[in-house]
């Protein structure tokens, strides 16, 4: 966390706004700097980006990536175990969170979807807030302001607009930092985004439109939401577009630096389009067998962004046993502390419902809180009543 983008000019194929974007060194029309089998290509254009980037550092990126990839099976198999109602995986997506998560400077704000849990992991959350209201155990995680992350947003695309209000204040209080939102390629159909691009090319906020493209909105595909790459959308709106592969952690932490010094330097907003796939189900409460083919998750698997990552390293020789392991360690220690955290959780008790509700007293909320209350009397002491209902 808070690092500072490399310094760098800012890149000149932005497609959209910024013009038509038919730069060399684009896979399918997608900036790639690793391509699926490990391979480091070059890029003129976003090399410059990433000069500060290490084999260390690149092996960070590989912890990082395996660590959420631990914390997202860790907390699937307590939602399968009865400890969580509900997870939303992040299986496949590892890349684009963690890529853009390490681009963030301490001091930028991000307003994210439910999906994001790698990148609050990156804002250093507390691992048992990460799960406290999958468990229902709470109304929202954790205190915005501790991690300058806003807690998830489940209204899809509602995020954006919060993100554009607050880049807005950023802008008024002549800070340089950005607001940073996430969102999927279903959201792109919601009038809360295209709220949101409209006020922020209006007035030109630091903000940066993170789209995760995983190819599935639920059970709807990308190709029936939009018959031109999401990338493109942001043109109608006057916001310049980058399009990059997200299975690919240093393309996107190179676009994601570029969007934010663009932001910084008062450039207004930049539309990011990670092209990814969601490898899991929705949330654990969908089965994606019934309505997608096998094939295509088989396709996508052989272009894993943990598996490249680590195809890099192991052609650099820095994929050495203790490295593995030691990632390994920090993985199950990492996923043992969000258990933990998660299954000694204090349960609420029921009136804490009515808490946080209001930040000054209400005397409407306080009726109703007097009202349940009496309520609740009216059964006695419960512990009296089980203990009867077990004599009976
Ligand atoms: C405003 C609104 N409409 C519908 C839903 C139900 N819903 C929950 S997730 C989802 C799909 C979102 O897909 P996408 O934006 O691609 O994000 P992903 O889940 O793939 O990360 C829908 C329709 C909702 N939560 N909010
Ligand atoms: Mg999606």
Same mark, same amino acid.
């Given at each position: 966390?808070?690092?500072?983008?490399?310094?760098?000019?800012?890149?000149?194929?932005?497609?959209?706004?910024?013009?038509?974007?038919?730069?060399?060194?684009?896979?399918g029309?997608?900036?790639?700097?690793?391509?699926?089998?490990?391979?480091r290509?070059?890029?003129?254009?976003?090399?410059?980006?990433?000069?500060?980037?290490?084999?260390d550092?690149l092996?960070?990126?590989f912890?990082?990536?395996?660590?959420?990839?631990?914390?997202?099976?860790?907390?699937?198999?307590?939602?399968?175990?009865?400890?969580?109602?509900?997870?939303?995986?992040?299986l496949?997506?590892?890349?684009?969170?963690?890529?853009?998560?390490?681009?963030?400077?301490?001091d930028?704000? *991000?307003?994210?979807?439910? !999906?994001?849990?790698?990148?609050?992991?990156? =804002? %250093?959350?507390?691992? +048992?807030? @990460?799960?406290? &209201?999958?468990r229902?155990?709470?109304?929202?995680?954790?205190?915005?302001?501790?991690?300058?992350?806003?807690?998830?947003?489940?209204?899809?695309?509602?995020?954006?607009?919060?993100?554009?209000?607050?880049?807005?204040g950023?802008?008024?209080?002549?800070?340089?930092?950005?607001?940073?939102?996430y969102?999927?390629?279903?959201?792109?159909?919601?009038?809360d985004?295209?709220?949101?691009?409209?006020?922020?090319?209006?007035?030109?906020?630091?903000?940066?439109?993170f789209?995760?493209?995983?190819?599935?909105?639920?059970?709807?595909?990308?190709?029936l939401?939009?018959?031109?790459?999401?990338?493109?959308?942001?043109?109608?709106?006057?916001?310049?577009?980058?399009?990059?592969?997200?299975?690919d952690?240093?393309? *996107?932490?190179?676009?994601? !630096?570029?969007?934010?010094?663009?932001?910084? =330097? %008062?450039?207004?907003? +930049?539309? @990011?389009?990670? &092209?990814?796939?969601?490898?899991?189900?929705?949330?654990?409460a969908?089965?994606?067998?019934?309505?997608?083919?096998?094939?295509?998750?088989?396709?996508?698997?052989?272009?894993d962004?943990?598996?490249r990552?680590?195809?890099?390293?192991?052609?650099?020789?820095?994929l050495?046993?203790?490295l593995q392991?030691?990632?390994?360690?920090?993985?199950?220690?990492?996923?043992?502390e969000?258990?933990?955290?998660?299954?000694?959780?204090?349960?609420?008790?029921?009136?804490?419902?009515?808490?946080?509700?209001?930040?000054?007293?209400?005397?409407?909320?306080?009726?109703?809180?007097?009202?349940?209350?009496?309520?609740?009397?009216?059964?006695?002491?419960?512990?009296?009543?089980?203990?009867?209902?077990?004599?009976?």
């Amino acid at each position: 966390m808070g690092q500072r983008s490399a310094s760098a000019p800012i890149a000149a194929d932005f497609t959209g706004a910024g013009g038509p974007a038919e730069a060399s060194g684009r896979a399918g029309g997608l900036v790639q700097l690793i391509t699926p089998s490990g391979e480091r290509v070059s890029h003129p254009e976003f090399d410059p980006w990433l000069q500060d980037i290490t084999d260390d550092h690149l092996c960070s990126l590989f912890e990082d990536m395996s660590v959420i990839r631990r914390i997202d099976v860790e907390a699937t198999a307590l939602q399968r175990q009865g400890e969580l109602a509900l997870w939303p995986p992040l299986l496949g997506q590892e890349a684009a969170q963690i890529g853009s998560g390490r681009a963030l400077r301490e001091d930028d704000f *991000v307003f994210s979807s439910y !999906r994001e849990n790698g990148v609050a992991y990156c =804002r %250093g959350v507390d691992l +048992t807030d @990460i799960v406290r &209201v999958w468990r229902g155990n709470a109304s929202s995680g954790w205190d915005p302001y501790s991690i300058n992350m806003a807690t998830p947003q489940i209204i899809i695309g509602a995020q954006t607009l919060h993100a554009t209000g607050y880049a807005m204040g950023i802008q008024n209080d002549g800070a340089d930092s950005a607001a940073v939102t996430y969102f999927g390629d279903g959201a792109t159909s919601e009038g809360d985004v295209n709220e949101a691009m409209v006020f922020a090319a209006s007035f030109q906020v630091p903000v940066v439109f993170f789209c995760t493209n995983n190819h599935w909105a639920i059970s709807e595909p990308v190709r029936l939401q939009s018959h031109i790459q999401l990338a493109d959308r942001a043109a109608g709106f006057g916001i310049p577009s980058l399009r990059v592969d997200g299975n690919d952690v240093l393309a *996107v932490m190179a676009a994601t !630096r570029v969007a934010l010094d663009r932001a910084r =330097r %008062g450039g207004g907003p +930049t539309f @990011i389009e990670a &092209v990814s796939y969601r490898m899991g189900p929705h949330t654990t409460a969908d089965d994606p067998t019934r309505y997608r083919d096998a094939n295509e998750l088989e396709d996508w698997a052989a272009k894993d962004p943990i598996s490249r990552v680590a195809a890099l390293l192991d052609r650099k020789g820095l994929l050495t046993a203790e490295l593995q392991q030691q990632v390994r360690d920090k993985a199950d220690a990492v996923a043992r502390e969000m258990r933990t955290g998660c299954t000694t959780m204090p349960d609420p008790q029921p009136l804490d419902v009515f808490k946080h509700v209001y930040s000054t007293p209400n005397s409407w909320l306080d009726r109703q809180q007097d009202h349940y209350a009496r309520y609740l009397a009216s059964f006695g002491d419960p512990a009296e009543a089980v203990s009867e209902e077990g004599a009976r």
